[in-house]
T-cell receptor, first 113, second 113 residues
């Protein structure tokens, strides 16, 4: 069955530290990849997405992610986190034209001021 | 601006009660989804609808049903609530053009006693 695995359930960082959240998926073939973020008390919202083309994609608030097809990975990165990045981050994958999106279990990030 | 609203932010119900969760989107999207979000499990798809009066089971449909009589409204029904249905319920909508981003509502936190 298709699945998405996020490597860390909880991450604690100090402000200005670098962030990398791991995501691996088990789909074969062509995929669309997403990172969603849920800030405390807010809606789940799109952070960035990859459909095709340049495997390094940039999203909002200085986040980026790299699609490595050979590793079935789509890791999220940010060079310097801020306190306001405290949130839960979800990796997700679907097939182009497909209805179902599979979400990872989520990673809770806490950034210490 | 894109908007998905859900009828309640918090609900407390008793075991055996019939529960209705309503979701409305104002974006004229064809596709609508109901997920439940549980700690450590991420988002799991309960049901989705690809058009008015059309519905498909997701990954965990047992104990739930849905209704989509109008394009903008998608209802989730718990026929007889049970304690294991205590969860956060998220509604989302998506356009079929490009099969892109899902837009999420604020969620309904349901407690079944």
């Amino acid at each position: 069955a298709q699945s998405v695995s996020q490597h860390n359930h909880h991450v604690i960082l100090s402000e200005a530290a670098s962030l990398e959240l791991g995501c691996n998926y088990s789909y074969g073939g062509t995929v669309n990849l997403f990172w969603y973020v849920q800030y405390p008390g807010q809606h789940l919202q799109l952070l960035l997405k990859y459909f095709s083309g340049d495997p390094l994609v940039k999203g909002i608030k200085g986040f980026e992610a790299e699609f490595i097809k050979s590793k079935f990975s789509f890791n999220l990165r940010k060079p310097s986190v801020q306190w306001s990045d405290t949130a839960e981050y979800f990796c997700a994958v679907n097939r182009p034209g497909g209805f179902k999106t599979i979400f990872g279990a989520g990673t809770r990030l806490f950034v210490k001021a | 601006d894109v908007k998905v609203t859900q009828s309640s932010r918090y609900l407390v119900k008793r075991t055996g009660e019939k529960v209705f969760l309503e979701c409305v989107q104002d974006m004229d999207h064809e596709n609508m989804f109901w997920y439940r979000q549980d700690p450590g499990l991420g988002l799991r798809l309960i049901y989705f609808s690809y058009d008015v009066k059309m519905k498909e089971k997701g990954d965990i449909p047992e104990g739930y049903s849905v209704s989509r009589e109008k394009k903008e409204r998608f209802s989730l029904i718990l026929e007889s609530a049970s304690t294991n249905q205590t969860s956060m319920y998220l509604c989302a909508s998506r356009s079929t053009s490009g099969w892109e981003t899902q837009y999420f509502g604020p969620g309904t936190r349901l407690l079944v006693l």
